[in-house]
């Protein structure tokens, strides 16, 4: 499989497979093909994990899109404004924030995890449940705005607004902190909850939270 990256503001992944090849997204995640691909859905991963995903934000079944000639294409595009990011799972894998998969070969997996503190998680909103992938090959992320790639140290320690971090390395601990102070709770403008993430391993955080962004729109959309 190879793939090239198409458009900045809102971009799509384009991916050449040869014959035999096959891709994987959420329900409607694919925007164009060539002539030569074969579409199935399925729930992959059991029923188990399909309702997994479906807490993760993903949908319950998956489209498979298998190259059936060679040098066939499909793209698959971002939902929002944002960045791609390619990642190689053969590397150790990755956990990633609900909603960030947007496609991967068939040699990767996918299931939902769960923060060891389930009340921290469930109040903390988008850090509750996240999802894991696995295996080998490639997966493709989606960003809100830009990208921004950190590599923690044994013991660093990062804190990030929760819908703004995209993935983290297994080997990087994850837990859901309360912001500290009365007044910084209610006049500080930045919610109750900060994710605090402890090396070592890479962290991937993205410059928007979409989420964020829509609320404040709707927002000025009651006050008018």
Known sequence: MRYTII???VPAVECELNAGESMFTQSGGMIWQSQGIKMST????????????MFTGESIFMANYTAEVQGAKIAFGATVPGSLVPVNISNGGL??????????????DLKAVFTKKILSGFFGGEGF????????GMAFLEVDGDMVEKTLAPGEILK?????VVAFEPTVQ???ETVKGLGNI???????FLTKLVGPGKVILQTQNFNDFAGRILSLGVKK
Not at 186 to 192: D, H, S, V
């Open 160 to 164: 990030v607004d929760t819908g703004n």
């Open 42 to 53: 399925n729930a992959r991963g059991g029923l188990g994990r399909s309702l997994g995903r």
């Open 95 to 108: 956990i990633c924030q609900k909603g960030a998969f947007l496609c991967a070969e068939q040699t990767v």
């Open 186 to 192: 209610f006049l500080g403008g930045e919610g109750l």
């Open 174 to 176: 994850y837990e859901i």
């Open 7 to 9: 458009g900045q503001t």
């Open 129 to 136: 449940i996240l999802q894991q992938l696995f295996g080998s």
